[in-house]
């Protein structure tokens, strides 16, 4: 056929994958959010999709694993400064604050156009404000169950999330 993007090009030959690969599992294993698995699905896509050209996948690979390291950073780095701050002025302000950036960084993404740097950047803060919100809630739970339930109360949060997560609000 001859048009860019046409041929055939292996998974080997798309790019330094393996550095996406590991992006990827530092993701899902710092992040809880329910962004991550989308941006672990995303770079799979990207990887092996043959609407994208090999010129495009070489020049985005960067873009990604910056993206995917940097969300991964934030949530680790934002998940301690949650946890603190939780312990400082209480549960309460800390999830307000979290929950909404997660609402209004998520709303923006819808609105960012073209400006691809202002969308993984945004991306970068959903890690950062969903590492500060689960820090502050797991913080409220150790709070309000005795400590010999705590296993099952964490246990119980996690599949409540992975529910509201998969059927939304």
Excluded at 57 to 67: F, K, N, S, Y
Excluded at 89 to 114: D, H
Excluded at 126 to 149: C, E, H, K, S, Y
Aim: aromatic share 8%; charged share 15%; proline share 5%.
């Amino acid at each position: 056929d001859g048009a860019p993007g046409s041929e055939f090009i292996g998974p080997r030959r798309r790019g330094p994958f393996a550095v996406l690969l590991l992006a990827a599992l530092a993701i899902l294993g710092v992040s809880r959010g329910v962004l991550g698995p989308f941006i672990v699905a995303a770079v799979l896509a990207y990887a092996f999709s043959p609407l994208v050209s090999a010129g495009e996948r070489r020049l985005g690979w960067p873009r990604i694993a910056v993206v995917a390291l940097g969300y991964a950073i934030a949530a680790v780095v934002m998940g301690n400064v949650g946890g603190r701050l939780s312990d400082r002025i209480g549960r309460r302000r800390p999830i307000l604050l979290a929950s909404a950036t997660l609402a209004i960084f998520g709303g923006c993404l819808g609105f960012v156009g073209g400006h691809v740097w202002l969308g993984l950047a945004l991306i970068v803060g959903l890690g950062g404000a969903t590492g500060a919100v689960f820090a502050a809630q797991q913080a409220l739970i150790t709070d309000l169950v005795p400590r010999d339930r705590h296993e099952h109360a964490f246990a119980s949060q996690r599949v409540v999330q992975n529910i509201g997560f998969i059927g939304g609000p």
